[in-house]
């Protein structure tokens, strides 16, 4: 696969925020899950505030429903209903644009009257239905590549979300399974899947993520972080996505490889100088 040099990708918009094409990289962030009423606030308005001071563009994450949780018994959130009106709470109180996941093609039309973005979970990746559905909605649509899926059969996925006519689509780079329990990042996926037009997303926190690795959870090297996220910005990924916690270790999901919320503010100074250093905005 030839690559061009410095691979130019669309523009995408999730609300207002505008990244892609050249723009300065946005920012992804939140807790894993909704976990209770008022953790997801207080993060989302510091998050708020943390994005003026930077500033940088920031879009609000939060799961309403983890549905593939390691163990059945595993916190799963408040689900879609609970959940959609807490995310829409977040948006009036802080302004920020919302994304979540979604697992199946009924959540598509309720998620996409409350949320900015809808975004198909790695482990779906491929299921077209759930795919057409999200593009029909005309909101943008992030596809979280899946671990077991190589840079060039991306194109697939975004082609079923664009047989809906909606070009507002980019794809998240996550890490692809090592042996039994371990992630590791190709950074050569950033251009690869560039090259086919559309931003690419690098989330740094599921990247540092070991499936199962604490027997019926996952576990996760926080500390790992920031290497991959200055590896990625080095690279030239259009935003980041990190999930982020005030007190990781209380979270009820992904707590091991969550970025702790104090630490947020420096990484994105270091992406921002890394990428100004490259000549990128």
Do not use: W
């Amino acid at each position: 696969m030839s690559l061009p040099e410095n691979p130019r990708t669309k523009v995408v918009s999730i609300g207002p925020v505008r990244f892609g094409g050249g723009l300065p990289a946005a920012l992804i962030a939140g807790p894993c899950v909704l976990e209770d009423e008022e953790t997801p606030r207080r993060i989302a308005r510091e998050l708020a505030r943390m994005a003026r001071d930077l500033p940088v563009p920031l879009v609000f994450k939060a799961s309403y429903d983890k549905a593939n949780r390691t163990s059945v018994a595993s916190f799963r959130g408040p689900g879609l209903e609970r959940g959609l009106a807490l995310l829409s709470r977040i948006r009036e109180e802080t302004g920020l644009p919302l994304l979540s996941d979604v697992h199946e093609v009924a959540q598509v039309e309720p998620a996409a009257a409350v949320l900015d973005c809808l975004q198909v979970p790695a482990f779906l990746c491929r299921q077209t239905d759930l795919l057409v559905a999200c593009g029909r909605t005309g909101r943008a649509v992030n596809v979280k590549k899946g671990q077991f899926l190589a840079p060039g059969d991306v194109i697939h996925l975004i082609e079923k979300v664009r047989s809906t006519g909606n070009e507002n689509v980019f794809v998240t780079e996550r890490g692809a399974s090592f042996g039994y329990g371990n992630l590791v990042t190709d950074f050569r996926a950033i251009p690869r899947v560039q090259a086919f037009g559309y931003p690419v997303v690098f989330d740094g926190t599921h990247s540092v993520q070991q499936p199962g690795g604490r027997g019926d959870r996952s576990g996760g090297e926080r500390e790992m972080v920031p290497f991959l996220v200055r590896a990625a910005a080095a690279a030239g990924a259009d935003a980041f996505f990190l999930e982020v916690h005030d007190r990781p270790e209380e979270a009820r999901s992904d707590g091991e490889n969550m970025l702790r919320l104090a630490d947020l503010p420096a990484l994105v100074r270091e992406i921002m100088g890394l990428r100004a250093a490259l000549g990128k905005a």
